[in-house]
């Protein structure tokens, strides 16, 4: 392993050190971690309203995807309906699992929302439920 004081005393290059050097293998793993989730952000339709000179409201839509017990954090801002969703859910027997009640709950706040029950149709793809 090189330190950087050796690069003084010339026991190593700069590209040596850098790639024998964990840390800077941890830097770009942490920068690849950030900047990943904003290279891979997709264009939403957003609807514009003006009710006034100097008001401008924007509504987009939400997609939620969720598998099993993932629906957890999600039922709050779902069931509020304040905000204009989708609910792309994917768990083994929704209604035994979960109850009908809070199915139907969520089906009559998202009534377009994908329940996928996977004990009954498999493993879903997830991506292309969502699009």
């Not at 998202?110 to 793809?125: E, H, L």
Request: glycine residues 6%; proline residues 7%.
């Amino acid at each position: 392993m090189y330190h950087f004081g050796d690069l003084a005393r010339g026991a190593a290059s700069l590209g040596t050190a850098l790639v024998d050097a964990s840390s800077f293998w941890l830097l770009v793993a942490l920068t690849v971690s950030i900047a990943l989730p904003w290279l891979r952000l997709r264009k939403v339709p957003v609807e514009i309203e003006t009710p006034s000179s100097h008001v401008a409201l924007a509504r987009f839509g939400v997609v939620y995807v969720a598998t099993g017990s993932g629906i957890g954090p999600c039922l709050p801002h779902l069931l509020t309906g304040d905000v204009p969703a989708r609910l792309v859910w994917s768990t083994r027997s929704p209604r035994k699992t979960y109850s009908d009640q809070l199915v139907d709950e969520i089906l009559q706040v998202q009534p377009d929302a994908i329940i996928w029950d996977t004990d009954a149709d498999g493993k879903p793809d997830m991506v292309k439920l969502a699009n």
